[in-house]
């Protein structure tokens, strides 16, 4: 199994909702990752979790709320959220923490905020 | 601090034209450098990848070599097919930076029958 399994593919949500996205590996991947993509532009990194713990914050808001309940899962909770934050949101996972790995990303979840 | 720059898009091909897809970096090390391709509406996927200076990663007929004197690692595809259509974006990782990537700013690319 080599994929990277996010839900859900599409979420729209008022800017008072409460919303998590999941994400999913049974790689034994221990690093896991949030990215933001906005259209025509490259992934920018949002959070890092190696081994569980929270190793990268790139001073993300604290409307977003990431959470690694075990190896295999990383949350992203959602929270007040504004319109500019509609955006193409991708896990991604890597086997450990350090340079030589790729990253192994899922499909992502299409987040709009009405 | 590190980079990747790459060429501005979009590129338009006829099917079986040449691809080249420029890029270049600035790092404090000696980085991995990688290939992503993103098709419409997914996620990223790895396309290839090279570790160390002259080593050339290849996959599904692209070819990229890491060039250290350059500081290249440019795609190149001899026969583009429609179904290459995509958004490429080169990128770097380095033990400095931990556990970072750097991507470029994406080319997207139509390849039209």
């Known amino acids: 199994d080599t994929e990277v399994t996010q839900t859900p593919k599409h979420l729209v949500m008022g800017m008072t909702n409460k919303k998590s996205l999941k994400c999913e590996q049974h790689m034994g991947h221990r690093a896991m990752y949030w990215y933001k993509q906005k259209a025509k532009k490259p992934p920018e990194l949002m959070f890092v979790y190696s081994y569980e713990k929270l190793s990268i914050n790139e001073s993300v808001p604290s409307r977003f709320s990431p959470e690694c309940p075990n190896s295999s899962l990383l949350n992203l909770h959602l929270h007040a959220l504004q319109p500019e934050d509609s955006a193409l949101y991708l896990c991604?996972?890597?086997?450990?923490?350090?340079?030589?790995?790729?990253?192994?990303f899922g499909s992502g979840t299409q987040l709009s905020v009405l | 601090g590190d980079s990747v720059t790459q060429m501005e898009g979009p590129v338009t091909l006829s099917e079986e034209a040449f691809l080249t897809i420029n890029c270049t970096y600035t790092?404090?090390?000696?980085?991995?450098l990688f290939w992503y391709v993103q098709y419409p509406g997914e996620g990223l996927q790895l396309l290839l990848k090279a570790t160390k200076a002259d080593d050339k990663g290849s996959n599904k007929g692209f070819e990229a070599t890491y060039r250290k004197e350059t500081t290249s690692f440019h795609l190149e595809k001899g026969s583009v097919q429609v179904s290459d259509s995509a958004v490429y974006f080169c990128a770097l990782s380095e033990s400095n930076t931990g556990n970072q990537f750097y991507f470029g700013t994406g080319t997207s690319l139509t390849v039209i029958p």
């Open positions: 790092a404090t090390g000696y980085p991995s």
């Open positions: 991604a996972s890597s086997q450990a923490s350090g340079s030589w790995e790729k990253l192994f």
